[in-house]
C-alpha cells in the first residue's frame, strides 16, 4: 500500500491489494486506533484519498479538520484544504448533501441560540421582575386599572418558557442570534450565511416546501461589520443573508440573522389574504466553507433545541425526559402590530460623570413606523421620586411644552412598587398616533444625591394598536458616574417663628477647576399630604412658604446670592411658615409668600417630587 501526502498524491510504494481489500483494511485501522495523534491522521488522510465510499471518505476528512493539540497550523491549513477537495469530489451527490449537515466547521452553540422582537431595537439587561412591574404600570396607565394584563413576549432564549409557539407580526424582521466559534487556531471564512427555513404554511394551504428563490442585494445595515449584505426572496419570506463572515482563531461570537415573512396587503383582497404566510421554522443555519484560495463546500448546521429536562413525575426522574422548546417556530399574525420608531438623546452625553442631584436630559422623538395607528402611549421610569416628563403641545413642527403629571394625582406604591408611570395624551389628538406622525417627549431625570460609582435609571415605552390590539415596548437605560458637588444640612433655630439655618458647603476640590465654584439660586420648601391612603408626590399649595430671614437688600442692591467656591460653605437663615401664621413681631404672613425662595432669576430647575423614603419614614 502506497503512502500519500497532504495534496493525496501518491509519494512512494505501489498499491499492492486490490480497491476494496484496502478500503477495509484502513476502515478497520481507522475504527480500532482511537488515538488521535500522526498515526490516526495518517490513516484518515489515506482513507479518505482513496476510497470510492463518499461517505467514508468525506467522515475521515472531517476527522482531519478537528482540532488537535500541537499540530502545526500548516497542517491545519492543508487539512482543511484537502477537506474542501473531498467535499468538491463528491458535489452535487446526496453524499455530499450529508456532508454539509455534518460539517464541522464553524462550532454553533445551540443551545444558546436567542430570539428577539423586532419592536425592541436596543439590547438592555433583563431583570424579569422590575421590567415586568414597569410593563404593568405603563399598560394600566393606558388600558386602566380594571383591563387584565398580559405581559409582552420580546425575547427568547435557554431561560424563557418555549413550551409554546410565538406569535409574530407579518412585514417584520425576525431576529435570530447564534453564537459561532471557530475551534481551529487558524482564520476561518465563511461566505452566504443565511437562516435555512422550512415548515412553511399558508393561510389557504397546507404546510409547503417549495420556494423559488430570488436573490438581491441590499446595503449594508449593520450586522457586524460585515462588508455585504444579501437577501433571498421566497415565497412569502425573505431571508436575510451575510456575504462573507471572518472569524480569527478561536474567535467566539454572536451574529444576528433574520428572516421576514411577508405581511398580507389589504389591497390583495381575499387571494392575497390566502397566499399569505401563516407559519413557519428556521431550521438550520447555511453557509459556504471557504477552505482554499478557491475551494469551499457547503455547510448546513441543523438548528435542534432540546427543551429542558423534565423531572416532575418518577418516569421523567428516572428516565431522561427533555421538555419541547419552539422557540424557532412561529406563527404569523393574521392582523398588523403597531410600531413606533424612538430616538433618543441626552444632555449631558453619556460617558462623564454628573453631579449630586444633576438634571440629566433624555429627549425621545417617538415616530410611527408601522402602518397601524397607535392609540395608546404611555412610559414607565422606576426612578420614582427623581423624575418628570414634559410632551410638546400643538403642532409637530414646534409648540409649547406641558408638564405631565400623574392621570390620578395620588401614586399607589402597593400596586406598582418602586415605577411610576405617564399616559402621553397630548392635545386634540390625545393618545392616537398615525402611521408616520411624530411626537416628542422630555424626560427629566435627577441624578442620586449621594455619589456613586455606577447608577442607572430604566425607561419603558409602552404603545397599542387600535380597539386594544398588539401591545409592544420600547426599553433603555440611562447610566451614569455619579460624583459630589454640593452638601447640604439644616438645623431648627427658633421653632416658634420658624427659623432654620441652612448650611452650604461645596464639596468640589480645588483640583476641579471645570467647576470650582457653585452658586445657589433657588431654596424649596415642599410639605407632603396624603390623599386616601396614597401620597401625594406634588407639593401641596399653600401649604408651607419660605423666604429669607436676613435683610432683602444688600450691598450690590440686589438680592442676596450665595457662592461657593471649592471647599467653602455658608450658613444661610431662612423662615418657614404656615398660611395665616403670625409673621412674628407683627411682620406679614406666609400667605403671600411662595413655596420656594429665589436668588438668582432665570431658568429654573423643575420642581422635582417629593423623596418617597422620607414620606413613608413615619
Known amino acids: 500500500m502506497g503512502k500519500v501526502d497532504l495534496q493525496g498524491r501518491v509519494v512512494e510504494g505501489a498499491v499492492e491489494q486490490d480497491e476494496g481489500s484496502k478500503v477495509e483494511a484502513l476502515v478497520d485501522a481507522t475504527t480500532t486506533m482511537t488515538a488521535s495523534g500522526e498515526c490516526g491522521e495518517r490513516l484518515a488522510l489515506e482513507l479518505s484519498s482513496w476510497s470510492p465510499d463518499g461517505r467514508t471518505a468525506i467522515d475521515a476528512a472531517e476527522r482531519l479538520v478537528a482540532p488537535r493539540a500541537g499540530r502545526a497550523d500548516s497542517d491545519t491549513e492543508a487539512y482543511l484544504a484537502h477537506y474542501g477537495r473531498v467535499r468538491a469530489r463528491h458535489a452535487g451527490t446526496p453524499v455530499d448533501a450529508a456532508g454539509a449537515r455534518s460539517c464541522p466547521l464553524p462550532a454553533v452553540d445551540v443551545g444558546a441560540t436567542r430570539i428577539s422582537e423586532t419592536g425592541n431595537r436596543r439590547d438592555v439587561d433583563r431583570d424579569l421582575g422590575k421590567w415586568r412591574d414597569m410593563e404593568r404600570a405603563a399598560f394600566h396607565a393606558i388600558a386602566g386599572t380594571s383591563t387584565g394584563f398580559r405581559p409582552a413576549h420580546i425575547v427568547s432564549d435557554a431561560d424563557t418558557d418555549n413550551a ?348 476641579d477647576a471645570a467647576m470650582a465654584r457653585a452658586e445657589v439660586t433657588r431654596v424649596r420648601v415642599a410639605v407632603a399630604a396624603r390623599h386616601r391612603g396614597a401620597v401625594l408626590l406634588a407639593p401641596e399649595d399653600g401649604l408651607a412658604a419660605v423666604r429669607s430671614a436676613a435683610p432683602a437688600a444688600q450691598e450690590d442692591g440686589g438680592e442676596r446670592r450665595v457662592r461657593l467656591e471649592s471647599g467653602q460653605s455658608q450658613e444661610v437663615c431662612v423662615r418657614i411658615a404656615a398660611p395665616g401664621a403670625d409673621g412674628g413681631g407683627g411682620g406679614a404672613d406666609a400667605s403671600g409668600a411662595d413655596a420656594d425662595w429665589t436668588l438668582v432669576h432665570g431658568e429654573m430647575p423643575p420642581d422635582w417630587p417629593l423623596p418617597v423614603p422620607e414620606v413613608y419614614e413615619n
Open 164 to 511: 409554546r409557539v410565538r406569535e409574530t407580526p407579518g412585514g417584520e424582521r425576525f431576529r435570530v442570534q447564534l453564537r459561532v466559534r471557530n475551534p481551529l487556531p487558524i482564520p476561518l471564512q465563511l461566505r452566504d450565511v443565511h437562516l435555512g427555513v422550512a415548515d412553511v404554511e399558508r393561510r389557504g394551504e397546507g404546510a409547503s416546501s417549495h420556494h423559488h428563490p430570488r436573490s438581491r442585494r441590499q446595503s449594508q445595515e449593520g450586522g457586524g461589520g460585515h462588508p455585504e449584505q444579501l437577501e433571498e426572496e421566497h415565497e412569502g419570506v425573505r431571508v436575510h443573508r451575510i456575504d462573507s463572515l471572518r472569524l480569527q482563531p478561536d474567535e467566539a461570537r454572536v451574529i444576528e440573522l433574520w428572516v421576514e415573512p411577508a405581511a398580507a396587503s389589504a389591497a390583495g383582497g381575499a387571494a392575497a389574504a390566502a397566499a399569505a404566510v401563516a407559519a413557519f421554522r428556521v431550521a438550520s443555519m447555511r453557509y459556504q466553507l471557504c477552505c482554499a484560495p478557491g475551494v469551499m463546500a457547503r455547510g448546513e448546521i441543523a438548528l435542534e433545541i432540546r427543551g429542558k429536562r423534565l423531572n416532575k413525575t418518577e418516569k421523567q426522574m428516572k428516565s431522561p425526559t427533555y421538555a419541547t422548546d419552539e422557540r424557532l417556530r412561529a406563527s404569523v399574525a393574521a392582523r398588523a402590530w403597531p410600531l413606533c420608531d424612538v430616538r433618543a438623546t441626552r444632555t449631558p452625553a453619556p460617558g462623564g460623570a454628573v453631579y449630586c442631584d444633576q438634571l440629566i436630559t433624555l429627549n425621545l422623538e417617538i415616530t410611527n413606523a408601522g402602518a397601524e395607528p397607535v392609540e395608546g402611549l404611555a412610559l414607565a421610569v422606576d426612578a420614582v421620586d427623581r423624575v418628570m416628563v414634559e410632551e410638546e403641545e400643538g403642532g409637530e413642527d414646534g409648540g409649547s411644552s406641558g408638564t405631565l403629571s400623574l392621570p390620578v394625582s395620588a401614586l399607589d406604591l402597593a400596586a406598582t412598587p418602586g415605577v411610576r408611570a405617564f399616559a402621553l395624551r397630548r392635545g386634540a389628538t390625545g393618545a392616537r398616533l398615525d402611521p408616520g406622525a411624530r411626537r416628542r417627549v422630555v424626560v427629566k431625570l435627577r441624578a442620586p444625591s449621594t455619589p456613586a460609582a455606577s447608577h442607572a435609571v430604566s425607561l419603558l415605552l409602552l404603545y397599542r394598536g387600535p380597539g386594544g390590539g398588539a401591545t409592544r415596548e420600547w426599553r433603555t437605560r440611562v447610566e451614569c458616574r455619579v460624583a459630589a458637588l454640593l452638601a447640604a444640612s439644616t438645623r431648627v433655630l427658633d421653632p416658634y417663628h420658624g427659623l432654620v439655618a441652612l448650611r452650604l458647603a461645596n464639596a468640589l476640590t480645588a483640583d
